[in-house]
C-alpha cells in the first residue's frame, strides 16, 4: 500500500489468514483509522513498513531482482490501464469509490 489512512484499515481488515500487508506510503494519510488489533491476532496476518528513503543500493538491487524474476509481465498487463493525463479527472471519482481494480497509468505525454 502506498496510500496510508482509511486505505491501509481496509487492506488490512480485509487480508486473507496469514496474510500480510507491505505500507510504503502515507499519501491519503499517517493514521490508521477505525483499526483494530483483531486481525493481527484472529488472522495472524503482518503489517510489513517498506523503507524506500534509506534503503542502500544493494537491497534495492536485490529487491527489484526478485520482482524481475517473479513478477509475470503478462500478468501485470492484464491488470494494467494506460490512460491519458486528460483522463485522470474522470478516473479519480472512480478510484475514491473503489470501482477500479488494478493499476492506472497515467501517460503524461
Known amino acids: ?16 489468514y496469514g496474510g500480510a500487508v507491505a505500507a510504503c506510503g502515507v499519501a491519503g494519510g ?5 483499526l ?3 486481525p493481527f491476532i484472529l488472522r495472524g496476518i503482518r503489517l510489513l513498513g517498506v523503507d524506500s528513503v534509506y534503503a542502500s543500493d544493494t537491497a534495492r538491487k ?7 524474476a517473479t513478477l509475470d ?9 494506460l490512460i ?3 483522463k485522470v479527472p474522470e478516473y479519480a ?3 475514491l469509490k473503489g470501482q477500479v481494480r488494478g493499476r492506472i497509468v497515467v501517460e503524461i505525454s
Do not use: F, H, Q
Request: proline share 7%; charged share 15%.
Open 36 to 38: 483494530t488489533v483483531m
Open 93 to 95: 471519482p472512480k478510484i
Open 62 to 68: 536485490r529487491v527489484w531482482d526478485d520482482v524481475c
Open 1 to 16: 500500500d502506498s496510500v496510508g489512512g482509511i486505505t491501509l484499515s481496509a487492506l488490512i481488515a480485509s487480508t486473507m
Open 30 to 34: 499517517a493514521n490508521v483509522d477505525k
Open 84 to 86: 491519458p493525463l486528460a
Open 73 to 81: 509481465p503478462d500478468t501485470l498487463a492484464s491488470n494494467s490501464l
